[in-house]
């Protein structure tokens, strides 16, 4: 399965940026991670691809919404009031399960990210 993502930029505090990833193929749970350099990569928020159940970090939860469009197979992440600690590169995951704490479990595909930065 291939991720590709879009969307990425700079944007002020307080701003806005919707980023889109497109799967060569559906996957059960797809979901976004993000990474400053030298920082593990942690997860933002993930959606189950069928029922559309989503999870949240509790960094992100009420700022950031997840969803996706199952007939183009691409998958959303619109990103309000943008912080400079939301500052990171963002990369489209997918695997075969969500974690409640808005990870993608097992994850088995990556996209190459797309660098958000927030000043």
């Known amino acids: 399965v291939q991720l590709v993502e879009s969307g990425g930029g700079s944007v002020q505090a307080g701003g806005s940026l919707r980023l889109s990833c497109v799967g060569s193929a559906a996957v059960i749970c797809m979901g976004w991670f993000r990474q400053v350099p030298e920082n593990e990569r942690v997860g933002v928020a993930a959606?189950?691809?069928?029922?559309?159940?989503?999870y949240y970090s509790d960094s992100v939860k009420g700022r950031f919404t997840i969803s996706r469009d199952v007939a183009a197979n691409t998958l959303y992440l619109e990103m309000n009031d943008l912080k400079p600690g939301d500052t990171a590169i963002y990369t489209c995951?997918?695997?075969?399960?969500?974690?409640?704490?808005?990870?993608?479990?097992?994850?088995?595909?990556w996209g190459r990210g797309t660098q958000v930065t927030v000043s």
């Open positions: 995951a997918a695997g075969p399960y969500c974690n409640t704490n808005g990870t993608v479990g097992r994850t088995l595909y």
């Open positions: 959606i189950s691809w069928i029922g559309g159940h989503t």
